[in-house]
């Protein structure tokens, strides 16, 4: 796939005047519908891997609403795997369909296998493995969330050389992978910043597995309660800012980033001329599943 040469996007609102700052948004969101922003960077590389090793099948791990599990289901079919998604929780074996994902997924060929969560725990257990391959055969894993040193290579290509300028990159963390790829390609003039979609202290080593620079730092307040989990103000920030900026966000890392980005900018963290630059890593084919989950709680639902 070769990629579109896409524009940074400026984000022009009243709040980035008034505190002399600059935001601009990496619409890595435009890649691809389906194997948008972060997901292609990880998968690049993983996929050459596969190939140059002889696999003819892909299995991975998600849950049921995840963009990783959609993204490797495209991809794979693209490039002529099979794919299997280990799916965590049980009850999707039979209501599957109803997942907009995951049916999403199954239209491209992937094959699930839905577990207990306790059973998907032992993801990484080799003889949970072991049964996974005696029941599928052999197979190239990609972890859950498709992070390992492959997919960081992939995203440190997400900045270019006329990234250079910006004083401030700011990015989603799910499991980290993509910040690694962002840190390894900064500059040691520019902050990352990472807005964690989830609670847990597990994330700065996790990083430090793929990082030897200091130049970044989490902002952990602004996960609304960890991951998937949404409020009202939330839904409305992100449906008013793509009113007024054009650039959809969702609910689950980027809304939620670019929620911490703003408010950060009001409470005046960045310095007055400072240039930032938030990387939209996609998972915009996650908002339909989203508002089926929304209307169910009575929450106000995402424009689409
Ligand atoms: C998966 C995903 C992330 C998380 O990326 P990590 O590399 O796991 O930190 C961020 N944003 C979107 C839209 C995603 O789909």
């Not at 059973?119 to 257990?125: H, V």
Request: net charge positive; charged share 25%.
């Amino acid at each position: 796939m070769d990629l579109p040469n896409i524009p940074n996007q400026e984000v022009k609102l009243p709040e980035l005047e008034e505190k002399q700052v600059r935001l601009f948004v990496k619409r890595e969101d435009k890649i691809h519908p389906l194997l948008s922003g972060n997901k292609y960077r990880k998968l690049k590389y993983n996929l050459q891997m596969a190939k140059s090793e002889g696999h003819h099948t892909l299995l991975t791990f998600g849950g049921a609403f995840s963009n990783h599990i959609v993204a490797t289901a495209y991809a794979g079919k693209d490039s002529g795997f099979k794919t299997i998604g280990v799916i965590r929780g049980e009850e999707w074996t039979n209501t599957w369909k109803e997942n907009p994902s995951l049916s999403l997924a199954n239209r491209y060929g992937m094959k699930f296998y839905c577990i207990s969560r306790a059973r998907f725990q032992q993801k990484k257990d080799p003889q949970f493995l072991k049964e996974l391959k005696k029941r599928f055969g052999s197979f190239y894993l990609i972890p859950e969330g498709g992070t390992n040193s492959l997919a960081v290579k992939g995203c440190e290509e997400i900045l270019t050389q006329t990234d250079l300028h910006f004083d401030y990159i700011c990015t989603c963390v799910g499991t980290g992978g993509t910040i690694a790829g962002l840190i390894n390609s900064s500059t040691i003039h520019q902050t990352v910043l990472g807005f964690p979609a989830l609670k847990g202290n597990f994330l700065r080593e996790d990083i430090y597995t793929f990082v030897k620079k200091d130049n970044w730092n989490l902002i952990s307040d602004y996960h609304f309660g960890g991951y998937a989990k949404v409020n009202k103000s939330l839904i409305q920030f992100i449906n008013e800012f793509r009113q007024k900026t054009q650039i959809p966000l969702e609910p689950i890392y980027t809304g939620k980033m670019m929620f911490g980005i703003m408010d950060r900018i009001k409470k005046g963290f960045f310095e007055p001329s400072s240039q930032i630059l938030a990387i939209h890593s996609g998972g915009l084919q996650g908002i339909k599943g989203m508002n089926s989950l929304l209307r169910r709680k009575n929450l106000p639902e995402l424009d689409v």
